[in-house]
């Protein structure tokens, strides 16, 4: 242990800075996390115990106007007032978040309005080490009561030896920053220049704690970091698992174990950790639905790629996987032919079935869950449930009432017809109808909700008196007869505020004329 009281001393922790909203998805999805994306994970992230979170960087500016339209501001905004744990904004100094240079006052209008948004953390950087054009962002950051956290970028090259990262680490000294970091964004470093270039900064630094931030192309990173935390570096950026390595940082869990071997592991809270990295762990998959002649496909086999032979495979590399299948396919088929199906979505809009997903989870033994959802503009319904409710639901039966229940799409795909029964304690037709009756209001069905006016034997003689050349809306269940056989037998015109529901009830034929709504 060096005597030296600027030198850091090793027994410290290796505190964690996250950089999964950032760096991660900015390396492995071209920077497309959206911020409701985000959202869910942010209690988890914040009681991780890192000691700053990342959220800003040169490409998010950019991505999120174009290609994700949303406002960069209001998200470093929403995230500082979220999260609890400070957050940390990097900008490329006189060039802000692009490769040109601004002036002053600009950059200073940036850095205010980072500070504005809850930023703790400036950090701040120029490509060449030429740390003339980071003295006005340092300034501005300071003025605004900010953190800076100055870095070096690593480089190769007969001029990028050690004495030279030491010089520029000076100067950074000399602006008095609160970090220096070693920035090593295409994965150059290795553990062999780390244990000659990291002892060499900790001197240099004369006491300002230091942060490594290397990327793993080359797969050295998480060996480089172990070198870092030998050195007496203070702080590493790292990313949750499944958004670590590859062109990303290393894993947190990894640099945590490397940590602890070392005597220098910070308090993390690890279940936190695996929550997580559960919620980010998924692979989506939208099989393509058409062969080589474009000709339409709906067996699950058929589509390209075929999920049911590379299950496993899915499994090797995450612990959820989304398949996105045919609208059209029956949920029984996909559950007979899919392993460890956890949920099972079901998205209409407008009363038009959209989306079929089926959720895999690694390992997952029991009944799936269907959750359904109708959006439209006058609000979304929700209705969920366990596959065994549907299996040992009992419906009662009975003639029409008062009011009729129409079940929206999604939960008509869903297969809930006994179920809708039971839980809204509603009278089925009959058993092959799927319209349901009741004497009592029910203000939350997941459907439409009909005042019934009257209903009538199918007899077409007397019907025709009744309901003969009349304005109405159509509709027909678990009946022989088409609409238009019907329309045109009735003389029946489309429109007006009434319906006509050709059905059948305890096995014979009705017409059920209602409106909508409750009267």
Not at 48 to 66: E, K, T, W
Request: aromatic share 10%.
């Amino acid at each position: 242990m060096s005597k030296n009281p600027n030198v850091p001393r090793k027994k410290n922790p290796f505190s964690m800075i996250d950089v999964t909203l950032r760096d991660a998805h900015q390396c492995l999805w071209s920077t497309r996390m959206t911020t409701a994306q985000m959202y869910p994970a942010l209690n988890q992230i914040d009681q991780s115990g890192y000691a700053y979170i990342n959220i800003l960087g040169g490409a998010v500016f950019d991505v999120m106007v174009r290609f994700l339209r949303e406002d960069p501001w209001k998200r470093m905004a929403f995230l500082s007032r979220e999260l609890a744990t400070p957050t940390d904004a990097l900008t490329r100094g006189q060039s802000i978040y692009t490769f040109e240079l601004f002036p002053d006052d600009v950059v200073d209008l940036n850095i205010s309005l980072l500070a504005e948004s809850g930023v703790k953390v400036l950090t701040v950087y120029d490509a060449l080490n030429d740390n003339r054009n980071i003295y006005s962002s340092v300034a501005s950051g300071k003025k605004n009561g900010m953190l800076i956290n100055a870095m070096l970028t690593y480089a190769l090259s007969p001029v990028h030896d050690d004495a030279y990262f030491v010089a520029r680490a000076k100067e950074l000294v000399d602006l008095e920053v609160d970090f220096i970091s070693v920035k090593d964004p295409t994965g150059l470093l290795t553990p062999e220049r780390g244990a000659t270039l990291f002892p060499a900064l900790v001197t240099a630094a004369k006491g300002i704690p230091l942060k490594l931030h290397s990327h793993c192309q080359s797969g050295l990173a998480p060996l480089v970091y172990e070198e870092a935390i030998k050195a007496g570096f203070q702080y590493g950026y790292v990313a949750t698992n499944c958004l670590a390595n590859g062109a990303s940082l290393p894993s947190v869990t990894e640099v945590l174990a490397s940590a602890e071997r070392m005597g220098r592991a910070p308090k993390m809270n690890r279940s936190a950790l695996q929550e997580v990295d559960d919620y980010f762990d998924w692979i989506y998959i939208d099989p393509s639905r058409r062969d080589a002649q474009k000709n339409k496909k709906f067996l699950i086999e058929d589509c390209s790629p075929n999920v049911i032979t590379h299950q496993d495979l899915f499994f090797k590399h995450s612990k959820n996987v989304l398949i996105k299948m045919s609208p059209m396919l029956d949920i029984s088929v996909g559950l007979a032919a899919l392993k460890n199906v956890k949920n099972i979505y079901v998205v209409a809009v407008k009363n038009e079935v959209k989306e079929l997903l089926f959720h895999q989870k690694q390992n997952f033994e029991g009944m799936a869950t269907i959750h359904t959802l109708n959006s439209h503009p006058n609000g979304d319904e929700y209705f969920s449930f366990e596959i065994i409710e549907e299996e040992t639901a009992v419906a009662s039966y009975n003639t029409p009432k008062q009011y009729l229940y129409e079940p929206n799409a999604a939960v008509m795909k869903s297969g809930a017809f006994q179920l809708i029964s039971k839980k809204f304690k509603l009278d089925k037709l009959d058993p092959h109808t799927h319209l349901y009756t009741s004497n009592g209001k029910i203000s939350d069905f997941p459907g439409k909700v009909y005042a019934i006016s009257n209903f009538h034997p199918y007899k077409k003689k007397p019907l025709k008196k009744v309901i003969g050349c009349l304005k109405a809306n159509v509709k027909i269940r678990n009946f022989s007869e088409k609409i238009e056989t019907l329309k045109t037998l009735f003389k029946l015109s489309d429109g007006g505020d009434l319906y006509l529901f050709f059905a059948s009830s305890n096995g014979k034929k009705l017409v059920i004329e209602c409106r909508l709504g409750f009267f």
